[in-house]
């Protein structure tokens, strides 16, 4: 039994040592960033200034994170817009170039850091209120960094001023709300104190199912019982019921 056991540690430590040996060392010398997602939809933002209408511009902050080795100094990272070819934001119109000298002291990893926060300037234009505009945000190569994994290389921002679908309405608010419309938005937005945009329903806990569907329930109630009271009015004065611009009926439960 002695004998046995002493031929089991002697295997299970050969296994070992050479394990050991094949695993390779990381070698690679070049440095390599990504976005940082905390959900599947995190590719996509969006920012529209009707909630904001007193701004001119605002700042979006978006993450990214090194791969590689730590450097002790800092370096300087590149963003760069490429081109959907569906209603494209303009620099200088839209957005704030990235090599805008205000913007370089944000574009950096700090020594001894693996992540910084990287700001893009949206601007408002009068063009926002026709159309939405795509910037499509990527790393650009430079000297010290290159970027990294594909599915996390860029984020997709859709520039509006007017009510744009927060892209994490997903089919979960569809069940407690009904299908999303921009009226529907704004009917929401008028009688509540909420902005139901994608930080509100991030806060929420839509993305993970995390959300209290009793709160939500309530909200959804809430609004139809006063959706019904407007319409009624409406009906009084010979005016039909509240709807999308497609004429698609409003409402919140089916």
């Not at 299970?12 to 690679?28: F, M, N, Q, R, T």
């Not at 430079?142 to 860029?154: C, V």
């Not at 806060?203 to 709160?215: N, P, R, T, V």
């Amino acid at each position: 039994m002695r004998n046995y056991l002493y031929m089991i540690c002697l295997i299970g430590g050969c296994v070992l040592a050479s394990c050991e040996k094949e695993l390779p060392l990381y070698g690679d010398s070049q440095s390599r960033l990504n976005f940082e997602y905390m959900t599947r939809n995190d590719s996509l933002a969006s920012y529209s200034f009707v909630y904001n209408k007193q701004l001119t511009s605002d700042t979006i902050w978006f993450t990214v994170k090194t791969i590689g080795f730590v450097a002790a100094e800092d370096r300087k990272i590149e963003l760069m817009q490429v081109p959907t070819g569906n209603n494209d934001a303009v620099a200088g119109k839209h957005y704030l170039r990235f090599d805008d000298a205000g913007l370089a002291r944000f574009y950096v990893i700090k020594g001894g850091a693996t992540k910084a926060r990287v700001p893009v300037v949206v601007l408002k234009d009068p063009s926002l209120t026709q159309a939405d505009y795509k910037l499509r945000i990527e790393i650009k190569d430079n000297h010290l960094f290159k970027s990294g994994y594909k599915e996390f290389s860029y984020k997709l921002l859709t520039i509006s001023d007017r009510l744009v679908k927060p892209t994490n309405w997903t089919s979960f608010m569809d069940y407690m709300f009904g299908t999303y419309g921009t009226v529907k938005h704004q009917f929401m937005i008028d009688n509540s104190d909420k902005k139901w945009d994608e930080e509100y329903l991030h806060k929420l806990g839509i993305e993970d199912y995390s959300a209290d569907q009793g709160f939500l329930q309530y909200w959804a109630n809430k609004f139809q019982r006063l959706l019904n009271e407007f319409n009624a009015k409406q009906q009084e004065v010979g005016l039909p019921p509240l709807t999308e611009a497609n004429g698609a009926l409003v409402q919140f439960q089916k």
